[in-house]
């Protein structure tokens, strides 16, 4: 209470309090104007004079510093009292603490400063809407992007000023961010402005915030992206990308159809888990690719299936824009399958090789088994004791068995095929035991179960043989401690069932031969592998994994099926469908000499440079009434010719001799009689060879060594066809 006419001023306690002095406290007007801050000296006085002498009301905020110094913000309120006169005697006022309510707004206004000024300079762009959709607020970005002024869009409604964004994205999300009170986020194009923007919306109590930025160049290298990814798609090498820790960071198609994994499950996983077994390898070519930039070589690795692949890999580090490295471009070539041809190709050249050698020791072994045949036939035609008999009939069962094996090596080694004839199961199982009980381990005991009216096979003899042996030899390797080995034969008939669910052969009669063995089996994953060339389980010099693939196409030429049934521990069972003959096999006849063709007195010319196969087959010929003449080499032999040509009627030459061979003799011959009779034999067969001899008119070949009833049956043919 300010006395004016006595120039006091009474203070409260309150107001004592508030100024930190003595309760009840006087003092002079000017003193109490003393209190207030220097810098709102001038407003206080200002607003005190007009109330002294105007009366004018006064309600100010402002500072007074205190008795013990501290400020505080006080709101001071003032009131002039008049007397009964009407002059002004008093000022009655009053003080209100507010310095908790103005630093309280100071705090708010601060924060409001500061989040201002974070959204005037954030790199987003950023507006708020009220519940009415208009613009509350815009930040310099959101003025940049959305090529409007903030003066021009403020308390603008966003459909009226944006119209082409009612029904798109923005639309549904910002009503659905309102409706639902959620967060919402998408990415939108909007035409306009030709701008992909990635908008976050979140919504208050005053309305919806929206954070947005352009992120119209991404998209664009996204699609670029998309492209090149496409086109890396189209590639049929296996292409991806990893990081320098081996995480993969894309993988194309072709990488899927390589290794089997889809993009989802490789992308995110380590390398090494996915495509290496053995991880040193790839580890230690990794560990110097940022020295080398590039590096190109083979690697082992492996599918999603376990199998195993041999890729030509060819790697390149990729660096970043500040030059540092950063992943490693992979690019990835099958070359499993031909690595394998490459070493198909290189075994086919040595068993060429092999073939090669066979022939030349082929033609030496068929020129000593040639004389030792055809001498053991006319020897079971004299008289012999039972035991001679027995010993002779020996020497030729095992004379013709060399022949076979020999041509059954010149077959394997060159890719002949034989004769398909008529041949009982029986005779081959029979000859098959007798071979291999005497060769076989005697702990592996020999069984055989052969239908008794079983039929017979339309083959080549020497290939069932060859066949059979191959599953024997395979079931004793695979019984090394002993076991029982069963040769089963009997007459099936198969039907379209069967013959679907094989997916090969032709419903109808077969053959079954079944080898049956209890040995050790084979796992359940190699048995797609066991029949491919050159595939072993056996240790290196223990096998050339050509047996069961030998099998297989043995049964593939004679159109049969072959099933295996096999567990580890319990054994193995090999089933070969044969289809059966149409036509029985020929019976076997005691007295076969005795009804083949003689001759009557005609002459005939024998070359041959091995002197036992010329006396036999001379001794033959004359036996059944041919006379003939003997000549060791081609030379010699056509000046036997020259010298005696009209009485000779048909000439037997060898192909392989020294000093002249056959050709070279045949085409002399034939300047001097282009229609003789001649008949070429060897101990190994050359198609361009046999070929020019049959262009130069021969009549027939014999491949060594040849039975008598051969040898009279091409005589005799020849010489009545002239």
Partial sequence: ???????????????????????????????????????????????????????????????????TGKRLWVRTIGQAVRDDNGKIVRVRGAFQDITKEKEAAQEVRRLADRLTTILESIT???????????????????????????????????????????????????????????????KEYYPPLETWFEVHAYPSDEGLAVYFHDVTARKQNEKKLAEQAALLDKAQDAILVRDLNGTIRFWNKSAKRLYGWTAEEAIGADVRSLIYEDSATFDETNSKITSLEEWS??????????????????????????????????????????????????????????????????????????????????????DLSSEDLTMVNTIASNARRGADMIRQVLNFARGASGERIPTPPKHLITDLVRMIAETFPRNIEIRTEISTDIGSILGDPTQIHQALLNLCINARDAMPEGGVLTIRARDTVLDERFIRRCGEGSPGPHVLIEVT???????????????????????????????????????????????????PGRGSVFQLYFPAANRPAPAASSSLLASLPRGAGETILVIDDEAAIRDITGRTLEIFGYRVRLASHGAEGLELYRSGRDTIDLILTDMMM?????????????????????????????????????????????????????????????????
Wanted: overall charge negative.
């Fill in 1 to 67: 209470d300010i006395d004016l006419i006595n120039n006091t001023m009474v203070w409260s306690d309150e107001v004592c309090a508030i100024h930190e002095v003595p309760p009840g406290s006087r003092s002079t007007p000017e003193q109490g104007l003393a209190f207030y801050a220097p810098e709102y000296h001038d407003r206080i006085r200002k607003a005190f004079d007009l109330c002294v002498r105007h009366g004018t009301p006064f309600d100010k905020e402002l500072q007074i510093i205190t008795a």
């Fill in 517 to 567: 063995d209890t040995g050790t089996g084979i796992p359940e994953d190699m048995l797609p592998r066991i029949f491919d060339p050159f595939f072993t389980t056996k240790e290196p010099g223990q096998g050339t994994g050509l047996g069961l693939a030998t099998v297989m196409s043995i049964m593939r030429g004679h159109h049969g099926i072959v099933r295996i049934d096999s567990q």
């Fill in 658 to 722: 020294p000093v002249m061979d056959g050709l070279a003799a045949i085409s002399a011959i034939r300047e001097y009689d282009p229609s003789i009779p001649i008949i070429t034999a060897s101990g190994i067969s050359s198609c361009e060879r046999d070929e020019r001899a049959a262009r130069m008119g021969t009549s027939a070949f014999l491949r060594k060594p040849y039975t008598t009833e051969q040898l009279l049956t091409a005589v005799h043919q020849a010489l009545h066809r002239r």
């Fill in 297 to 382: 070589g083979e690697l082992h690795q492996v599918r999603k299936d376990g199998e195993p692949l041999i890729v030509r890999a060819r790697w390149s580090l990729v660096r970043d824009g500040n030059g540092a490295p950063s992943t490693i471009l992979a690019i990835n070539t099958d070359i499993t399958e031909t690595k394998r041809m490459e070493q198909q190709f290189l075994r086919a050249q040595r068993m060429e090789g092999i073939g090669t050698l066979a022939g030349g020791i082929a033609h030496d072994l068929n020129n000593l088994l040639s004389p030792i045949l055809m001498a053991t036939e006319l020897l079971q035609q004299g």
């Fill in 124 to 186: 987003d762009a950023f507006f708020t809407l009220d519940h009415q959709w208009r613009f509350t607020y815009l930040n310099p970005e959101a003025e940049r992007l959305l090529h409007r002024s903030r003066d021009d869009l403020m308390n603008k409604v966003v459909w009226d000023e944006f119209g082409a964004a009612v029904g798109t994205a923005f639309d549904r999300e910002y009503r659905r961010a309102l409706k639902e009170n959620t967060t919402v986020q998408f």
